[in-house]
């Protein structure tokens, strides 16, 4: 894996997490990035993007709920979680040169980059 993901956990409706990103062999240099996540019987789907280091985009699942960032001199992608419900449970993975990924990659991004981080929200 290029990326590792971590970070993950089980947690009740409410609670709050935040997953990181770190490269494995990836070469960083301030990439476009995001984060997926794929739920028991759902396709994989987009939940936070970071483009040009600043601009944010967000599923209107999660809106308000999380906040994506990225710190280039660690090297880190972080997706903070919070006020998190069930139906956010999934494997979380992280995509790097988002762009590309997309447009090459399609249906099987999630798990591409990375092995992805198990997040649990019981009711």
């Known amino acids: 894996a290029q990326l590792v993901e971590s970070g993950g956990g089980s947690v009740q409706a409410g609670g709050s997490l935040k997953l990181s990103c770190t490269a494995s062999?990836?070469?960083?240099?301030?990439?476009?990035m995001g984060w997926y996540r794929q739920g028991p019987g759902h396709e994989c789907e987009r939940v936070a993007a970071i483009v040009n280091a600043a601009s944010t985009y967000y599923a209107d699942s999660v809106k308000g709920r999380f906040t994506v960032s990225q710190d280039n001199a660690k090297k880190i992608l972080y997706l903070d979680m919070n006020d998190l419900k069930p139906e956010d449970t999934g494997v979380y993975y992280c995509v790097a040169d988002l762009l590309d990924t997309v447009r090459y990659v399609g249906n099987s991004i999630c798990g591409y980059w990375g092995q992805g981080t198990q997040v649990t929200v019981s009711s």
């Open positions: 062999t990836f070469k960083w240099d301030a990439p476009d």
